[in-house]
């Protein structure tokens, strides 16, 4: 399955978010916190159809649920959460779930995002992970 990018992928997420329920306000509040925390970060719709933002490689995503919005960090295991905010048990996935918007507006969330971005330009993802530059690479070459 590729991936949906570029106004495309924009206008997917529009319509997940439109779809989003009771759980419309915090998906859009996660959205607009994402894009001004990393500024020049693309979002796309992953593979799995997971709204996805990247900043040197996938650093979250969301899925909106009747209860809460996950908010997914691939690289969840790695980062530091002294707010504690962060569930799960995998290998490297972690997730949050929020459930309102001032959920949304808890400074530990955006100190996430920004470790999260930071880790992946330090050690970038590599191996089978979806990765912005080689889905350019791919774009380009069909061209």
Known sequence: MPTIEGKEGR???DKYVAKAGKQKD???GLRSLVKRTLA?????VNPWKIPSFDSNGTVCGFMTGKEHVTFIFLRG???PDPGGLLEGTGKSVRHV????TADVKK???KKLIVEAAKLNKREP???MKVEMN????SKEAKK
């Open 125 to 127: 993802i590599a191996g």
């Open 26 to 28: 915090v998906v859009k």
């Open 107 to 109: 400074p530990a969330l």
């Open 134 to 137: 080689k889905r350019r690479r």
């Open 77 to 79: 295991a790695a980062l």
């Open 11 to 13: 206008a997917w997420i």
């Open 40 to 44: 020049g970060c693309e979002e796309y």
């Open 97 to 100: 779930k929020v459930r309102t």
